[in-house]
């Protein structure tokens, strides 16, 4: 079922906005992107992809962008050492795309998320009713506070969906379980928490598509907050079949008074919401997005014989 709708994308040449773009494509539906820079990803070409180069956070830039959108789907974010570039981005790049949504009269906004903007302790079981974070990292904290501008749009009547997405799994350059940790992993620079224990979900990057496209199609979701994984595991699962990649030895363990200061959560994430609302089912599987990363890394291997 084709999306009519012209959407305006954000974040459309990373890992997951590039998916995002595709499937939209590939369904009839003509795709605006703001980029820093064009044609930088020559798979999105197609008669019906649009460039706009520019900052999203700038509101006249993310206004002038959203004129004739119907959908705004806002996937763009960033982390790092520092908080005031990645609030910015974050928060301020929310809110500019928040306000250009509303201007343009959009029929849908979507966010996307991550199960890190809630706040782990005491808790065992992750639902969308866990309270948000109001410190911590840079990431997990900043993502929180740009889901509070989007209930807040919400109530102003935007409708709105916000999904959040677990680890997610998939090959891109820019991925981060499949490239960025994977390359710390390779080179010893994660230790383990308490033995690995700890949980990491994880969905894999298609099946977050899925929930992408089951939130514009379905109107129950205007208003809905929405976990998005497949499986709960731990890092000492998904480190050690990285380490399968490279062939590199065991990681260190964090010693038990450096871990007793940080978060060590056990329990489990839960995306029963999207399931009963949205119909959700996921069809790719941990092993399989796994192979992605593993496949990647050895033709890499073989690129550089």
């Known amino acids: 079922m084709p999306i009519p709708e012209r959407t305006l994308l954000t974040g459309a040449t990373g890992f997951v906005g590039s998916r995002i773009a595709r499937r ?13 820079r064009a044609g930088t990803d020559t798979t999105l070409f197609h008669p019906l992809y649009e460039e706009i180069v520019g900052d999203f ?27 005031e570039p990645v609030r910015r981005i974050n928060v301020d790049g929310t809110v500019s795309m928040l306000e ?23 808790v065992d079981d992750v639902d969308e009713e866990i309270p948000l974070k109001s410190g911590g990292d840079h990431y997990g904290f900043t993502k929180a506070e740009g889901d509070r501008r989007v209930f807040a ?17 998939g ?11 994977p ?30 496209f089951l939130a514009l199609r379905n109107s129950c979701s205007v208003g809905g907050v929405y ?5 709960n595991g731990t890092w000492l699962e998904y480190t050690d079949e990285v380490r399968t990649w490279f062939g590199t030895a065991p990681l260190d363990e964090v010693p038990e008074a450096e871990a007793a200061s ?42 550089a014989r």
């Open 24 to 36: 939209l494509l590939d369904s009839g539906a003509p795709v605006r992107s703001i980029v820093r």
């Open 227 to 231: 976990n998005v994984l497949d499986r």
């Open 153 to 169: 749009a919400m109530a102003g009547g935007l409708p709105a969906t916000i999904l959040r997405p677990s680890a997610i799994l």
């Open 100 to 122: 250009a949504a509303k201007a343009a009269g959009a029929s849908r906004f979507i966010q996307i998320s991550t199960v890190s903007v809630y706040d782990l302790r005491a």
């Open 57 to 83: 956070v700038d509101p006249a830039v993310a206004a002038g962008a959203a004129v004739g959108c119907g959908h705004v789907i806002h996937v763009a974010a960033t982390g790092g050492p520092d908080l």
């Open 171 to 181: 090959f891109h350059p820019t991925s981060t379980w499949a490239v960025v940790v």
């Open 183 to 212: 390359e710390r992993i390779r080179d010893r620079r994660i230790k383990l928490l308490r033995g690995g224990g700890n949980t990491l979900a994880f969905v894999h990057v298609e099946d977050l598509v899925d929930a992408v």
């Open 262 to 303: 940080q978060t060590y959560f056990i329990g489990r994430f839960k995306a029963d919401r999207l399931a009963t609302d949205l119909g959700w089912r996921p069809s790719r599987t941990y092993a399989e997005g796994m192979a992605e990363g593993s496949l990647q890394w050895q033709a890499g291997r073989q690129g």
